[in-house]
C-alpha cells in the first residue's frame, strides 16, 4: 500500500542545534515533494520544494536533501530559534498537477 | 496584496445538514485546492477547480461538492453532515497549468454535533 510516514510525532532540541526532520515514503513516485510549516489553528505556508531530478536545495537556514532511491527526504534547520517551533509537513506531488499528499507532520519544540 | 481568504472562521453545525464554505485566491491565482485536516493529521485532499471545472478529484465521497466562479473564488458544500466531517477545511491556491507552490489560507473550523 501506499504510505508516507514523517518519523517523528515531536522533536525536542536545544536553541541553536539543527533540527533534523525526516520523511519517508513507499510506493509512490514523485515528481516532487515539498515542506511546509503549520503553526496552530492556521494554514500550512510553503516553505522548499525539491525535484525528484534534485539532490539538495537550500534556502537561509534550510536545507532540504531528497534520495528518490531511498525514497526519503530530510529536512534540516540550522541554527535553530524558538520562533522555529511549529509543526512541519512534508507532501508529494505525484504529476506536477497540485494533488499534495501530506504527512501527519512533525511537531518541532526549539527550547531557550 | 491579500492572500488567500476563508470564510467562515468558525462553524457549528449539527448531523444532517448542510454546509457552504467559501474561498477566494490570492490575487492573480487561477486554481483552488480543498483540503480536509482532522485534528493531529495532515491535510487530505478533497478537489481541485481550475476554469470553473473540477479537475481532480481525492477519495472523497459524493456529499462533498465544489464550484468555482468567474472571478475564481470557490466553494465547497458538504451534504448530510456526519459527526467524522468535524475538521479543518483548507483552501488552497495556485497559478497555472503547473501546480507547484501552493499558498493556503487559514481555514474554516467545522464542528459537527
Known amino acids: 500500500s501506499q504510505k508516507i510516514e514523517q518519523n517523528s510525532e515531536a522533536l525536542n532540541i536545544q536553541e541553536g542545534k539543527t533540527a533534523t526532520l525526516t520523511c519517508n515514503y513507499t510506493?509512490?513516485?514523485?515528481?516532487?515533494l515539498q515542506w511546509y510549516r503549520q503553526d496552530p489553528g492556521r494554514g500550512p505556508v510553503f516553505l522548499l520544494l525539491?525535484?525528484?531530478?534534485?539532490k539538495e536545495k537550500r534556502k537561509e537556514r534550510l536545507k532540504v536533501t531528497f534520495d528518490t532511491t531511498l525514497k526519503q527526504s530530510l529536512f534540516h534547520i540550522t541554527a535553530s530559534q524558538p520562533a522555529d517551533s511549529a509543526t512541519y509537513l512534508c507532501?508529494?506531488?505525484?504529476?506536477?498537477?497540485?494533488?499534495?499528499?501530506f504527512g501527519k507532520g512533525t511537531k518541532l519544540s526549539v527550547k531557550p | 496584496d491579500a492572500g488567500v481568504t476563508q470564510s467562515p472562521t468558525h462553524l457549528i453545525k449539527t448531523r444532517g445538514q448542510q454546509v457552504t464554505l467559501r474561498c477566494s485566491p490570492k490575487?492573480?491565482?487561477?486554481?483552488v485546492s480543498w483540503y480536509q485536516q482532522a485534528l493531529g493529521q495532515g491535510p487530505q485532499f478533497i478537489f481541485q477547480?481550475?476554469?470553473?471545472?473540477?479537475?481532480q478529484r481525492g477519495n472523497f465521497p459524493d456529499r462533498f461538492s465544489g464550484h468555482q466562479f468567474p472571478n475564481y473564488s470557490s466553494e465547497l458544500n458538504v451534504n448530510a453532515l456526519l459527526l467524522g466531517d468535524s475538521a479543518l477545511y483548507l483552501c488552497?491556491?495556485?497559478?497555472?497549468?503547473?501546480?507547484?507552490?501552493?499558498?493556503f489560507g487559514p481555514g474554516t473550523r467545522l464542528l459537527v454535533l
Open positions: 488552497a491556491s495556485s497559478s497555472g497549468l503547473l501546480q507547484e507552490t501552493q499558498y
Open positions: 510506493n509512490y513516485s514523485p515528481a516532487y
Open positions: 525539491i525535484r525528484e531530478n534534485e
Open positions: 507532501a508529494l506531488d505525484m504529476e506536477s498537477q497540485g494533488n499534495l499528499i
Open positions: 490575487s492573480g491565482h487561477d486554481t
Open positions: 477547480y481550475y476554469e470553473e471545472e473540477e479537475r
